[in-house]
């Protein structure tokens, strides 16, 4: 079962996505999927990581989701943004390849039975991208949340920590 938890910067979502996994199970896993950028970036994780105790395995995996989710897990995946990052560097800034790419990879989390928690970015509700480099990321990030949420069970948007649901 897909999970699919957006929202803004702030917004509680990595909270809210915590405590339902532990909801499902007392083991949960947490697929990290940022590369780190700078310290500033490295401090952001560190906070993430000392927010789980030890109940929480963590893995780091920057594209390939599935090769770390085995069936009956119960997984928080954090987040769709970074993740479309690493394809879109990867890509040279190709909307179109880092997009049929994500899908593809997405698509195989369809296929394993397991409680699959995806915690991702409204970022284009925020304000409008200075570069064309960040419009294109941001019209990215907009198709990817689309196909995640479609494939959903359950969709849930956060707003000032409050869970807003949307399917």
């Not at 920057?62 to 990052?85: G, M, P, Q, R």
Request: charged residues 25%.
């Amino acid at each position: 079962m897909i999970y699919y938890i957006t929202g803004g910067e702030r917004s509680g979502k990595s909270s809210y996505a915590q405590n339902l996994a532990l909801s499902f199970s007392q083991s949960p896993k947490y697929v990290a999927t940022s590369r780190i950028w700078d310290e500033d970036h490295r401090k952001r994780i560190d906070r993430h990581i000392a927010d789980r105790d030890e109940r929480w395995t963590s893995n780091e995996e920057e594209k390939n989701l599935a090769s770390v989710i085995k069936t009956n897990d119960v997984v928080v995946i954090d987040c769709v943004t970074l993740w479309l990052t690493n394809f879109y560097m990867d890509t040279n800034y190709d909307v179109e390849k880092s997009l049929e790419l994500a899908k593809i990879e997405f698509n195989k989390l369809l296929n394993i039975e397991a409680q699959i928690i995806i915690i991702s970015n409204e970022i284009g509700m925020g304000v409008h991208a200075q570069t064309k480099m960040g419009r294109k990321f941001t019209e990215l990030q907009g198709w990817m949340n689309q196909h995640i949420a479609k494939h959903a069970s359950k969709a849930t948007m956060m707003v000032s920590g409050i869970p807003l649901t949307l399917k």
